[in-house]
């Protein structure tokens, strides 16, 4: 059974940081695509990032030089890194297979001060 747990979310103020994970079990994220999305309060969801089965990961522009996204093989767990964070980022924040078919449950990430 694929599994999804994201980790990592919390409250922190304009400017903070915060790293969020995601480990997976049913299979190996070495050999998967992933990508990180997310959905604010009233909106859609929104790509933030993406890792290749290769470990490069990947970014929209509007994140660059922000979050960063790695992966750890032996614990079988992405990450996202974010920096700088901005009110703009508050939102729940899933962890999800790069072909869609799976979902974490998401991890609340708010930006206040």
């Known amino acids: 059974e694929v599994q999804l747990v994201e980790s990592g979310g919390a409250l922190v103020q304009p400017g903070g940081s915060l790293r969020l994970s995601c480990a997976a079990s049913?299979?190996?994220?070495?050999?998967?695509?992933m990508i990180w999305v997310r959905q604010a309060p009233g909106k859609g969801f929104e790509w933030v990032s993406g890792?290749?089965?290769?470990?490069?990961?990947y970014y929209p522009d509007f994140v660059k030089g922000r979050f960063t996204g790695s992966r750890d093989n032996a614990k079988n767990t992405i990450y996202l890194q974010m920096n700088r964070l901005t009110p703009g980022d508050t939102a729940v924040y899933y962890c999800?297979?790069?072909?869609?078919?799976?979902w974490g449950q998401g991890t609340q990430v708010a930006v206040s001060s």
């Open positions: 049913g299979f190996t994220v070495s050999t998967e695509g």
């Open positions: 999800v297979t790069a072909d869609m078919a799976y």
């Open positions: 890792i290749w089965s290769t470990g490069a990961p």
